[in-house]
């Protein structure tokens, strides 16, 4: 088992940055990728970025390329995004997800990103 917990989200005008954590325990041998997924109000959860455990390779939602950064630190077993320029169509519940390589996907509880003036 896997456990993730996220933390960081908030209230941030357009235009400013946020980063949000997630902190993995348990297993953490068995995870080979994390990752940070969103979903807003009526629509469907999506990608927003990925990292591999081994060599670090990432992949981003094209809404969100040049803008958001997924980095990780696997001392502490943590993953962060640092998102900038941040804009209201950016505003979700953002989840952090660890991925096993026995395609078992452990999620997050979610926090909110607000972006609004």
């Known amino acids: 088992q896997v456990q993730v917990v996220e933390s960081g989200g908030g209230l941030v005008q357009p235009g400013g940055s946020l980063r949000l954590s997630c902190a993995a325990s348990g297993s953490i041998i068995s995870i080979n990728a994390m990752g940070w997924y969103r979903q807003a109000p009526g629509k469907q959860r999506e990608l927003v970025a990925l990292?591999?455990?081994?060599?670090?390779?990432?992949n981003y939602a094209a809404s969100v390329k040049g803008r958001f950064t997924i980095s990780r630190d696997n001392a502490k077993n943590t993953v962060y995004l640092q998102m900038n320029s941040l804009k209201p169509e950016d505003t979700a519940v953002y989840y952090c997800?660890?991925?096993?390589?026995?395609?078992?996907?452990?999620w997050g509880q979610g926090t909110q990103v607000t972006v609004s003036s």
């Open positions: 997800s660890a991925h096993s390589i026995r395609s078992i996907v452990y």
């Open positions: 990292i591999t455990s081994a060599g670090g390779s990432t």
